[in-house]
């Protein structure tokens, strides 16, 4: 399925990208390794080793809008912007929702790039 946009939900443990058009919607999940080891910072990998899985999920999708708790979107958005700027100008937007089911997701998302699409002159399809 070739789609447009995408809506990712995100926090620290699990994310889940919603591509979508008009009729379909398409789900994959993403969720963090944890390593417990005694080396100082394995948290910090775990979670770079995350969101760069997220980051190799959004691949090849033109817009995406990220939502979440408000420290999950934040450490993402900054960790898009150093480590992946490719994908972070692919990022249209960051809302912080709590844990809508995928249908309000998708419906968040619709309703949020329809106005985008406006606001930056695209047509809206048919």
């Not at 770079?48 to 980051?55: A, L, P």
């Not at 990220?66 to 960790?79: I, N």
Request: glycine share 6%; with cysteine.
């Amino acid at each position: 399925m070739t789609t447009f946009h995408a809506v990712v939900w995100l926090d620290h443990q699990s994310a889940q990208v919603l591509q979508f058009d008009a009729e379909h919607v398409q789900a994959e999940k993403v969720k963090a390794h944890s390593h417990h080891t005694a080396q100082h910072g394995s948290t910090v990998r775990t979670q770079h080793e995350f969101f760069g899985q997220v980051c190799d999920a959004l691949d090849g999708i033109t817009e995406v809008l990220a939502v979440g708790p408000r420290t999950g979107v934040s450490d993402f958005e900054h960790y898009a912007r150093k480590h992946r700027p490719q994908t972070a100008e692919r990022i249209v937007g960051y809302e912080t929702v709590d844990h809508p089911s995928e249908n309000q997701l998708v419906a968040l998302a619709r309703k949020y790039f329809l106005k985008f699409d406006r606001m930056a002159g695209t047509p809206t399809p048919s």
